[in-house]
């Protein structure tokens, strides 16, 4: 899973999560693949933001990575009254996992502040990958609108732009949190901006039968996957677990991962019943959303990274009409 966008993983890179199972899972996969993480920005999505910073300060101190800057970030939409996604990742973001607390304290810098930072210092260099709703960057946006040609590229889990929502039927979950900041996120002037929606991420998925093969008794990154997604298998019944994070945070550090096409996006933010609803046009500039993924070829890579007992599956656009 190498291409000419490879080398993007020597690339400094900022991942904004609002940790929850996935980005919990994103962040493991990050940490595995040796990405050169500069820093980690939260904001209030599956869990209020207090929640979300404590359960990313105990992540990347079980990774062995509490190094790792944590920013805390927005504590609510931009305009939107604030709704959680406990029922799906559980009343402590994590799955009921009761992970040692970290020694480590967040950092001082707000995560706005430090996107900002980080696009000004890494000017031409930056990776941003934002795993949350994107009231953080929007915020920077506003703040600094020149982050838009000094951060290299931009990664973003959001939308549902072929196929219904995850939240509502017309909505994906981190569009529907905060559509006002996905709307001016979608619609600023970005050099490089990919979209991974639920397009996608609905191709890569964790079957329950490689979890279940997962040895129980396991302190490192296997362990980890294996407590995260018990809740999924076991409680909520599903028989997949959808690698919507984790896809994100790989096409940032290879986007070979993925193909698409270049369109305006549309984003409803009233209070309606299509609330977050994602609507594409096709254009010469603009996001380049996410349409087609070799899907196989990153499950796998990502059970390798894990030390999942996975076999070995094939590459190529599975999704190929
Ligand atoms: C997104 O919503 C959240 O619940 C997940 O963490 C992921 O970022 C998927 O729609
Ligand atoms: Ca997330």
């Not at 500069?38 to 904001?43: F, Y």
């Not at 070979?256 to 984003?267: K, M, W």
């Amino acid at each position: 899973m190498t291409g000419r966008n490879a080398d993007i993983n020597k690339s400094p890179l900022v991942i904004d999560v609002d940790t929850g199972i996935d980005d919990a899972v994103a962040l493991a996969l990050a940490v595995g693949k040796g990405a050169n993480i500069l820093g980690v920005t939260t904001v209030a999505g599956n869990v209020p933001i207090e929640v979300a910073t404590r359960n990313t300060l105990d992540v990347l101190s079980y990774l062995g990575r509490d190094d790792i800057p944590v920013h805390r970030g927005a504590s609510r939409p931009l305009v939107a009254e604030y709704q959680d996604a406990t029922h799906v990742h559980g009343g402590n973001g994590l799955g009921g996992v009761d992970l040692a607390k970290s020694g480590a304290d967040e950092a001082a810098l707000a995560g706005p502040a430090f996107i900002i930072q980080s696009a000004a210092k890494h000017a031409g260099d930056l990776t941003l990958v934002t795993l949350g709703p994107l009231t953080n960057l929007a915020i920077a946006l506003n703040v600094r609108p020149e982050i838009t040609y000094q951060i290299r590229r931009v990664v973003v889990m959001g939308g549902a732009f072929s196929l219904p929502g995850n939240v509502t039927p017309h909505s994906e979950f981190n569009v529907y949190v905060d559509p006002e900041a996905a709307r001016q996120v979608f619609e600023a002037d970005w050099g490089d901006i990919t979209l991974v929606g639920l397009d996608v991420t609905h191709q890569t998925v964790l079957s329950r039968e490689l979890w279940e093969r997962i040895p129980e008794m396991n302190d490192g990154p296997a362990g980890l996957v294996r407590g995260l997604m018990a809740r999924t298998f076991t409680e909520r019944a599903m028989s997949g677990f959808y690698l919507h994070d984790p896809l994100a945070v790989g096409v940032a550090l290879d986007l070979d991962l993925v193909q698409g096409t270049f369109c305006s996006v549309a984003v409803e933010s009233s209070a309606s019943a299509t609330r977050g609803e994602t609507t594409v046009a096709a254009a010469d500039r603009g996001p380049r959303v996410a349409t087609r993924v070799h899907a196989a070829a990153f499950v796998a890579e990502f059970g390798a990274v894990l030390g999942l007992p996975i076999a070995d599956a094939a590459s190529g656009f599975e999704n190929a009409e």
